[in-house]
């Protein structure tokens, strides 16, 4: 077999022989390009029409399936962090709430134990210091902060609950001191007589004075030795215009002979609060007050509550 190539720009030929070899390997080649075509057609169409895959079906469903895992595992976690996020937010609020009543009622402690205000300032952060020496190997993860927080809240409320006991206490002893009769009932004046037998100022007999007497400038000031409740401020035959005070545990006292009453029966009356003014109403002599201190239901020698300091 012979193949014969023209050159078109030199116009001239050359021939070729093709062996037996070189005929069978050209042949095979002619016959090989069509299948080779058919093939790639075939193949083509196979994947548009998803029969075919370059990957195997069962691994491409396996990644599919991890993807989608990851996802929605990657969603929960935002979700549970998101949640614990507004967990600890809430928490720290709470906290914050415990710490401003905290500082409130250390406030009131100081003011009620009559401590130094610069000293104990509950607006001020605590003074804190030293060098500082970190532990290496601690890390502070989630659980551990939780944990420290849950210990906080504990403290707090451990803290808070000490303070209101001791503000009971204090205001429980403000309270005893308040009503615990002690001190003279004139802010000025002199002891005039005593408790017990004396002469009688106007029969000259002797005659038995159940209280003490205070003589001082007309229209000065009578107050109260003792928180209590007024039971009467009125006229009273031998006492002139009295005024009566119940203090609590079988104890009360008596103003008599004052000039006016400034209390009515039925009011609240504080330690050293002026409740009369000196006068000489009833039977007197002159401008004095007649104390007396009742101790359930019999008098008793004011001396010994005159003298006494205030616990």
Not at 1 to 29: D, E, P, Q, Y
Not at 151 to 177: C, G, M, P, W, Y
């Amino acid at each position: 077999m012979k193949l014969i190539l023209i050159n078109k720009r030199h116009g001239g030929t050359k021939t070729i022989t093709l062996g037996f070899w070189s005929k069978a390997i050209l042949f095979v080649c002619v016959l090989a390009l069509p299948l080779t075509a058919v093939t790639l057609m075939a193949l083509q169409w196979s994947v548009v029409k998803g029969e075919h895959s370059l990957l195997a079906p069962n691994i491409s469903e396996s990644w599919e399936q991890q993807l989608a895992t990851q996802k929605a595992e990657i969603k929960r976690t935002r979700q549970e962090a998101a949640s614990k996020l507004e967990a600890l937010t809430l928490r720290v609020a709470e906290l914050q709430a415990r710490l401003v009543r905290l500082d409130a009622l250390g406030e009131r402690v100081t003011l009620a134990a009559k401590l130094d205000t610069d000293e104990f300032d509950f607006s001020q952060r605590p003074a804190l210091g030293g060098p500082s020496d970190e532990l290496a190997d601690h890390a502070l993860n989630v659980p551990s902060f939780m944990d420290a927080i849950d210990d906080l809240a504990f403290k707090i409320d451990d803290r808070q609950h000490q303070l209101q006991v001791l503000e009971t206490l204090l205001s429980n002893k403000k309270i005893e001191e308040s009503v615990f009769v002690a001190g003279r009932p004139v802010t000025k004046g002199y002891l005039s007589s005593h408790y017990g037998r004396r002469n009688d100022p106007f029969s000259g007999r002797e005659a038995w004075h159940a209280g003490v007497d205070f003589a001082g400038k007309d229209g000065s000031d009578i107050v109260a030795v003792a928180a209590g409740v007024v039971t009467w401020s009125a006229e009273r035959y031998g006492y002139g215009n009295l005024v009566e005070i119940n203090h609590g545990n079988g104890f009360k006292t008596r103003y008599a002979h004052c000039k006016e009453n400034l209390v009515k029966a039925g009011d609240v009356v504080k330690k050293g609060q002026v409740i009369a003014l000196m006068g000489s109403s009833g039977r007197s002599t002159g401008p004095h007050v007649h104390f007396e201190v009742y101790k359930h239901g019999r008098t008793v020698d004011p001396a010994s509550y005159i003298r006494r300091a205030s616990r």
